[in-house]
């Protein structure tokens, strides 16, 4: 559980594997777009203070959380060393919240479980909106940041 007002995105650079040669895909849900626009902006700003070449980032938009999957599946095949799924999934009335986000984590599993191209799931299941303002950069950080620097980390380790 995240620690009030505790800013979790921030990191030591130095630590950072050198991201210079790595090229990297990142997949954006279209729903909830003020959400999964703070979490790119964090991602590729992280990515770019780390030394990624703007040339070696690819974005391709999705209309939903629930083709991220897709999206990534077909991103792994770009010649990408590891592809960042972003979306944001809020909870409503229905039983829909449930669905999309059992199916989106199964998805982007197997996709790490059957591909060798890291996938990392930056995808925001929160209660309200609110929640979801918190970590797409604001006082719990941006969880966009964090899955940049884990995409670093895993295109590093299937180096």
């Known amino acids: 559980m995240a620690t009030e007002n505790k800013n979790l995105s921030e990191y030591d650079k130095a630590t950072i594997p050198n991201a210079k040669n790595f ?38 938009n999705v209309p939903g959380s629930f083709e991220l999957i897709y999206g990534c599946k077909k991103m792994q095949q ?26 989106v984590t199964q998805g982007i599993k197997d996709l790490n479980v059957l591909q060798n191209v890291p996938v990392i799931f930056c995808v925001l299941t929160d209660n309200n909106i609110q929640q979801s303002i918190d970590r797409s950069g604001g006082k719990h950080g941006n969880k966009g940041t964090e899955a940049a620097i884990a995409a670093i980390k895993m295109a ?3 180096k």
């Open 23 to 60: 090229r990297f895909g990142i997949v954006v849900s279209e729903w909830n777009d003020t959400i999964t626009e703070g979490l790119y902006k964090g991602a590729i700003q992280a990515l770019l203070d780390n030394h990624v070449l703007a040339e070696n980032i690819i974005r391709w």
């Open 78 to 103: 770009q010649q990408v060393d590891a592809v960042i799924a972003i979306g944001s999934v809020i909870q409503g009335e229905t039983k829909h919240f449930d669905f999309v986000c059992e199916g």
């Open 156 to 158: 590093e380790l299937n």
